[in-house]
């Protein structure tokens, strides 16, 4: 025996490592695989959270922009008629305004009137999904005038919003202050 290769038994022997073990790798992976599932989750919550938010503005959007119209075609009409609950006619200056109800949808035709010229109709669309319109003329409280309305009834889930409303307009309201103007009076 070589007594340059023979070790004393009191020293303890070292061992280098290169690499890691296979409980070590388990480990890690387990431990990534908790993370990845708790981020994908809270991702998935999030995305499923902003596209209610996202179809909820523009619900909102639609539903701003439905009441603003509908009140000043019924402020600027000087006649209404409506024989049933999905049509409304609205007479004024500029011509025939139509609302009327197609599916989840309410329409508003307007129908210019131009002597001599046949004038072209623009049309609109207010898309509000699962919801009826009903649309209705009753008369106002003091009797002198005629109140239109639009009633929007959501069926189903009561946590989306708004779940239904009811927009209102006196009919020809702005009427005596356009008259008024035009004839020179103080505004």
Known sequence: MNPARQRPASL???????????IEMMVVMTIMSAVLTVGVTGLAR???????EVHALSEATVWR???RDFRADVHLASTATCATSDRLEL??????????????????AVQPTVEGE????????????DVGFVLSLS???DDRSVIASVVI?????????PTSGRIEA???LALPYQQSRTEGGAS
Do not use: C, K
């Open 170 to 172: 006196a009919v020809g």
């Open 12 to 22: 303890p022997r070292l061992r280098m490592r290169n690499g890691y073990s296979l």
């Open 65 to 67: 922009r439905l009441s």
């Open 46 to 52: 999030l995305f499923r959270v902003q596209s209610g």
């Open 118 to 129: 046949v004038a072209a109709e623009s049309v609109e669309h207010y898309r509000i999904p």
């Open 153 to 161: 009834e959501r069926s189903g889930d009561v946590h989306t919003r």
């Open 139 to 141: 008369p106002a409280e």
């Open 91 to 108: 007479g004024t200056a500029a011509g025939l305004v139509v609302w009327s109800v197609e599916g989840d949808a309410l329409r508003r």
